[in-house]
């Protein structure tokens, strides 16, 4: 049949890209072709409704890429999939398939793909640079992020969810968002293969079939992350409340920059994809869906290749640790996410041993020009409310005997494993949880924030979800008492990263030119002397800048910030200020007021236990400060 076609190798420099896609000329196909065995491609038409299966001439090839063109073929309704022998499969290369069908069912067939054809009108937009200095990342699973019944949006689990949202991350304060893997996966887990109606039925309820049920069947397992190879080129369809999945996710992107949010999304490319479709895959999301930047993630990945590459000059590139480049001439776009602030901090909040050091090198020294981006607490791992309410995983929904999940956490449970309605502990556990938030908007580096974590979202204990697409792993968007407090905490805190952006951005000098104040200090019982013993878990850092660019002292701009890890009360000295200013109380993690007090020439602060407290000379309105220090007030009688 397929002597109907009239085909046609195509040249030499049009052998690329990949896919298949309509030209003026026809129907253009190219694909990477094994030897051995026949290849080419099935397509599906109105005349081909089962399908004709069309060889590559042998004559159509560059080394391993083979391309025909289909010359006068213009069947814009058209599906198609490739084969080599006997293997069926998808273009790997493909933009769009016909169906994905309803998230989580199994598939009883490969969907069809659709040559390239997807116009946008993209107006105006272009891509958002934002600078590292400030940068602040706020990191979702788009099915995950407003698939609850709580969120309050329209069309919830999609990209047109996300845009529901978008007037929340607005006031959040954040410019970064990043995605977990929103590319084509299956998500269905390859064991299971089929369900009956009824299992079907009970999965959607999220029930487990009774014993004696038809072929006694579990649900099938999902791969909700998505961390797996996959479609590349094109959004995941599932995640669309329509059929248009491409459409809707640049629908979605096009309302964050105009929003000047930037969006950014992970990819996990497995070893056997080399270098070169690497870098198309980018390039194809930089070009057509105007991405801003990748979380790359996988082994050995060719990240010297892709950081020289051109066209990603501007594009964030976030990598782990581990595959960070460690040479001195490191491309300013790339950023690491660092796993030793992670777990350094979650120490130092728990109070353990020896972590002051490490608290001053994060406060100091670790951040843009060494491309740290720090978390302390995401999608790998508990949620900053579990970190404070459990002291061991409890992963035991996830089908493998709680032998999941890493086992080293650093958690405390602040005194009951799990939840409790004890106000003391519940205290307590805001008290940590605003802690944790401190030290990573104090922290020099690009901070990043899990969804949900700004208002004390929980996973029950689980630290690795990622089979679990249910209310475990969703964010429920109906806040506690605790977590509406957080959620204010969280806002104030970013807000003061933007204030007070030289403080905590750029690289510090060592003093200012006619202030006499170094950009940064630390500070003990006695100012200018801290205790950075091993046993220290207290210390007081002074910012000094001079904003607009002054170097006098009437221009000078301070921010003392008192930390207190200990389990008791700590003294911490303050330092003089010029003449004509005074310290007023700004904010604290606790509910008691650290208020000044004068020790002769001197004046210091009484910090209670597991508590930071913020400190400011001059742009708070007194008005303001009366009532923060009244609502804390307010807040320790009851």
């Given at each position: 049949m397929q002597k109907s076609f009239k085909i046609k190798c195509v040249d030499r420099t049009r052998m690329y890209p990949l896919g298949v896609s309509f030209e003026e000329e026809g129907l253009r196909v190219s694909a990477v072709c094994e030897d051995g065995c026949e290849t080419g491609i099935i397509l599906y038409d109105r005349r081909h409704r089962e399908g004709v299966r069309i060889p590559f001439p042998e004559d159509c090839r560059v080394g391993a890429v083979r391309a025909m063109l289909l010359a006068g073929y213009q069947d814009k309704s058209c599906?198609?999939?490739?084969?080599?022998?006997?293997?069926?499969?998808?273009?790997?290369?493909?933009?769009?398939?016909?169906?994905?069908?309803?998230?989580?069912?199994?598939?009883?067939?490969?969907?069809?793909?659709?040559?390239?054809?997807?116009?946008?009108?993209?107006?105006?937009?272009?891509?958002?640079?934002?600078?590292?200095?400030?940068?602040?990342?706020?990191?979702?699973?788009?099915?995950?992020?407003?698939?609850?019944?709580?969120?309050?949006?329209?069309?919830?689990?999609?990209?047109?969810g996300v845009v529901e949202k978008l007037p929340y991350l607005q006031e959040l304060g954040i410019n970064t968002m990043l995605l977990m893997p929103a590319y084509e996966f299956e998500e269905v887990m390859p064991e299971n293969t089929a369900q009956t109606m009824e299992q079907a039925a009970l999965d959607y309820k999220k029930e487990l079939p009774k014993p004696g049920m038809e072929n006694d069947k579990k649900p099938p397992r999902i791969n909700y992350w998505g961390y797996q190879k996959g479609l590349y080129y094109m959004p995941k369809g599932a995640y669309a409340a329509g059929k248009d999945a491409a459409g809707e996710f640049k629908d979605m992107v096009s309302a964050f920059h105009a929003a000047q949010i930037a969006v950014t999304m992970q990819f996990y490319f497995p070893p056997e994809l080399n270098a070169v479709e690497i870098l198309d895959i980018l390039r194809y999301?930089?070009?057509?869906?105007?991405?801003?930047?990748?979380?790359?993630?996988?082994?050995s990945l060719p990240m010297a290749l892709i950081a020289q590459e051109p066209l990603l000059a501007d594009t964030m590139l976030l990598i782990g640790e581990g595959e960070y480049l460690r040479e001195n001439d490191k491309p300013e776009q790339l950023a690491y996410l660092s796993d030793s602030?992670?777990?350094?901090?979650?120490?130092?909040?728990?109070?353990?041993?020896?972590?002051?050091?490490?608290?001053?090198?994060?406060?100091?020294?670790?951040?843009?020009?060494?491309?740290?981006?720090?978390?302390?607490?995401?999608?790998?791992?508990?949620?900053?409310?579990?970190?404070?309410?459990?002291?061991?995983?409890?992963?035991?929904?996830?089908?493998?005997?709680?032998?999941?999940?890493?086992?080293y956490n650093c958690s405390w449970n602040c005194g009951v494993e799990g939840k409790s309605r004890k106000k003391s502990i519940q205290r307590l556990r805001l008290r940590q949880m605003k802690n944790a938030l401190a030290f990573l908007f104090i922290a020099r580096g690009i901070p990043l924030l899990y969804s949900g974590d700004e208002f004390a979202n929980t996973q029950?204990?689980?630290?690795?979800?990622?089979?679990?697409?249910?209310?475990?792993?969703?964010?429920?968007?109906?806040?506690?008492?605790?977590?509406?407090?957080?959620?204010?905490?969280?806002?104030?805190?970013?807000?003061?990263?933007?204030?007070?952006?030289?403080?905590?951005?750029?690289?510090?000098?060592?003093?200012?030119?006619?202030?006499?104040?170094?950009?940064?200090s630390f500070h003990g019982r006695e100012a200018w002397r801290a205790d950075t013993d091993?046993?220290?878990?207290?210390?007081?850092?002074?910012?000094?800048?001079?904003?607009?660019?002054?170097?006098?002292?009437?221009?000078?701009?301070?921010?003392?910030?008192?930390?207190?890890?200990?389990?008791?009360?700590?003294?911490?000295?303050?330092?003089?200020?010029?003449?004509?200013?005074?310290?007023?109380?700004?904010?604290?993690?606790?509910?008691?007021?650290?208020?000044?007090?004068?020790?002769?020439t001197s004046q210091e602060i009484c910090l209670p236990a597991r508590t930071i407290a913020f400190y400011c000379t001059e742009d708070v309105p007194e008005e303001q400060v009366k009532t923060a220090r009244n609502k804390q007030r307010r807040t320790q009688k009851k």
């Open positions: 599906r198609y999939l490739f084969y080599s022998g006997d293997e069926v499969r998808q273009d790997p290369c493909c933009k769009a398939v016909e169906s994905v069908g309803q998230y989580g069912v199994p598939k009883d067939s490969l969907a069809r793909c659709l040559p390239d054809k997807h116009s946008y009108d993209w107006g105006t937009d272009q891509n958002i640079r934002i600078p590292a200095a400030d940068r602040i990342v706020y990191a979702l699973h788009v099915r995950g992020f407003t698939k609850h019944r709580t969120s309050g949006v329209k069309h919830k689990g999609t990209y047109a999301w930089v070009l057509e869906y105007h991405i801003d930047g990748f979380h790359l993630m996988g082994v602030f992670l777990y350094d901090m979650r120490r130092f909040l728990k109070g353990d041993d020896n972590l002051l050091n490490r608290f001053v090198y994060y406060v100091r020294e670790c951040g843009q020009d060494s491309g740290a981006v720090n978390s302390i607490a995401r999608w790998d791992g508990m949620r900053l409310f579990d970190l404070v309410s459990y002291d061991r995983k409890h992963n035991e929904q996830n089908g493998e005997d709680n032998q999941d999940g890493t086992n029950e204990g689980n630290n690795n979800p990622y089979c679990q697409d249910n209310e475990i792993a969703w964010i429920k968007w109906n806040h506690t008492e605790v977590g509406k407090e957080l959620l204010a905490y969280t806002k104030h805190l970013i807000y003061l990263r933007k204030r007070y952006r030289s403080q905590y951005g750029e690289p510090y000098r060592e003093a200012e030119a006619s202030s006499g104040y170094p950009g940064i091993p046993a220290s878990r207290s210390l007081g850092i002074l910012y000094c800048s001079a904003p607009g660019g002054g170097k006098n002292e009437a221009e000078a701009r301070f921010v003392y910030i008192g930390i207190n890890m200990h389990w008791e009360i700590n003294y911490l000295g303050l330092p003089s200020l010029p003449k004509g200013k005074r310290w007023m109380f700004h904010t604290a993690t606790g509910d008691e007021v650290p208020d000044i007090e004068e020790k002769g």
